[in-house]
């Protein structure tokens, strides 16, 4: 049997892994340091890997192995190319969290629209019982129906939220940031271009050396002053300090962020330098986590194990 390790076992929050055990001899550890993964990984076969980075360095200490899983979608914890100069496949998991990323995708739009943070404390902190009118306009609101929805990125996540928009009575454009040429039903427009168009515009691209700081200071200067920005699709996509300083300078309305530069978000990032903080939505990376995602990935997972020991 295949010697399986998982290191970081914490990132599927207790899923059922019965279907990934029962394929090898398997070890499993609620979270790996740095420092950890190769003494916990030096005989694997098969490595289950989440968050926790394979360097070139890591895979050259790791003599036993063959496979290396990816519990995500995303790869740019793993160096691939070492990884393929070694013949070792790198697979990963597609499609387990579209539902999940996108309904929180237009959760985060209307939240912001609606000022739901806002509203939800006027009425907990006592402030609402405490008035003597009967409405509260502090902070105005708008309707998602009617606006422009841009999308930078239209994989499978990006079609099931421009799905989701249009449903919602949004116009919705996009960009490629690959600049394949595909036929689509909605209209492609450069990026400067969308992002002068959109009232919303949400990313959902990978992270790669062309979309690295894709949005930064003039790119938000483009946007419209009342134009919201949602990143759930990795942190370095946006540039933080750029956003930060957009958002207390009025250049956009709003911003809802779902990933960061670097994760866990340190104390020091400027995002945490915001005033108005109801400008500002954030989520510790876990726009994908619905329990039916985990679910998905556990089965894709077990999957590509599957897949590799019967070839």
């Known amino acids: 049997m295949k010697k399986i390790v998982f290191l970081d076992e914490y990132s599927l929050n207790g899923a059922d892994l019965s279907g990934i055990k029962c394929q090898g001899d398997y070890t499993g550890y609620e979270f790996t340091a740095p420092e950890q993964v190769i003494e916990r990984a030096r005989d694997a076969e098969i490595i289950i890997v989440n968050k926790v980075k394979l360097t070139a360095e890591i895979i050259a200490a790791l003599p036993k192995l063959e496979l290396i899983c990816e519990a995500a979608t995303g790869v740019d914890n793993i160096d691939t190319a070492a990884a393929a100069a070694r013949g070792i496949p ?3 998991a597609k499609g387990y969290s579209t539902h999940s990323v996108a309904e929180a995708t237009l959760g985060g739009a209307i939240s912001m629209l609606r000022e739901v943070i806002y509203y939800d404390r006027f009425v907990k902190d006592g402030s609402y ?4 009118r009967l409405f509260n306009y502090d902070r105005p609101t708008r309707q998602l129906h009617g606006r422009h929805w841009g999308i930078v990125g239209l994989g499978a996540i990006g079609h099931e939220v421009a799905r989701l928009a249009s449903a919602f009575g949004c116009e919705v454009a996009y960009h490629s940031v690959s600049g394949s040429k595909r036929e689509e ?12 168009w959109a009232d919303i515009v949400s990313l959902h691209s990978p992270l ?10 003039e790119e938000l200067k483009i946007m419209r002053p009342h134009a919201i920005l949602i990143n759930v699709a990795r942190g370095g996509i946006v540039n933080e300090r750029a956003l930060a300083d957009a958002l207390n300078d009025n250049i ?9 530069s670097k994760e866990p978000l340190e104390e020091a990032n400027p995002l945490f330098s915001v005033k108005d903080k ?3 939505l954030l989520s510790p990376h876990n726009a994908w986590s619905a329990e039916e995602s985990i679910a998905n990935l556990v089965d894709s997972i077990s999957d590509n194990i599957r897949t590799f020991l019967q070839a």
């Open 185 to 196: 039903i909605y209209p492609e427009k450069s990026l400067a271009e969308l992002l002068a």
């Open 90 to 92: 790198v697979r990963n």
């Open 129 to 132: 019982s405490a008035s003597p």
């Open 208 to 217: 790669n050396d062309k979309t690295r700081n894709l949005i930064g200071t």
């Open 278 to 280: 109801y400008k500002l």
């Open 252 to 260: 956009i309305a709003g911003a809802v962020i779902d990933v960061f």
